[in-house]
């Protein structure tokens, strides 16, 4: 993971293409190793497909536009990690989170467990909406967007400042609020019970995710 930033910054700085694609084949492969670990093959075709969207860009020298595609790319796959654990007979992905964190117990506890699936649909649906803005955006912005680098008229014309602020500052500001005022509402709404302080909860996670994401569900090991 660290060697994307390395990566991408040598692309801004030599202007040679073949950094920025290798820093983002790289963050892409991080960032699908848990799905790709599983063996299914949806995971590895989504990994080929855009591997292949990359070599695409790439012949056609636009390869600095797949820095733009980072944030689509993240926001799309952390809604489907979200969203895959809300299949029946799946533990959903907070519940999982709550269960590592503060033990399986805590699940049993009135309210917890609805709200862990209601929390999960709402990342999935949040992530998977900044993903579809995101690619707009990509493509909308004049000039510089996709379709007016290919010569195409845009349907939705976005000014590329605009564009440009939500892609590297919105996007940050909207996921940092969701997540703020999510444990605020939550903290009110199960008051009943007691709550991990925010640095805990969130470095928790941190350590927690890549193992959470992978494989099966707690309950199935």
């Known amino acids: 993971m660290f060697g994307y930033p390395v990566l991408a910054m040598a692309g801004v700085l030599t202007h040679r293409q073949g950094f920025s694609l290798a820093a983002c084949a790289l963050l892409l492969t991080v960032l699908m190793i848990p799905a790709l670990a599983t063996r299914r ?11 292949a969207g990359m070599a695409w860009l790439w012949l056609h020298g636009m390869v600095g536009l797949l820095l733009e595609c980072v944030p689509i790319a993240v926001n799309a796959l952390l809604s489907w990690l979200f ?8 533990t959903p992905l907070i519940a ?8 399986p117990e805590r699940l049993t506890m009135p309210g917890i467990a609805p709200y862990a699936r209601h929390l999960t649909w709402f990342w999935a649906l949040l992530t998977a909406a900044q993903a579809l803005v995101l690619a707009v955006l990509l493509l909308c912005a004049e000039p510089g967007g996709l379709l007016s680098s290919l010569g195409l008229a845009s349907p939705w014309p976005v000014h590329a400042g605009l564009a440009q602020s939500y892609v590297h500052v919105g996007g940050y500001v909207l996921i940092a609020s969701a997540f703020l ?12 019970v007691h709550h991990l302080r925010l640095h805990e909860l969130a470095m928790g996670l941190a350590a927690r995710w890549p193992a959470l994401v992978r494989g099966e569900d707690p309950a199935s090991r």
């Open 41 to 51: 093959l949806t995971p590895w075709l989504v990994w080929t497909g855009t591997l």
């Open 83 to 90: 969203g895959r654990t809300l299949r029946a007979g799946r």
């Open 96 to 103: 999982r989170f709550i269960e590592a964190l503060e033990g």
């Open 181 to 192: 005022l999510e444990n605020a509402f939550r903290r009110w709404h199960l008051r009943h």
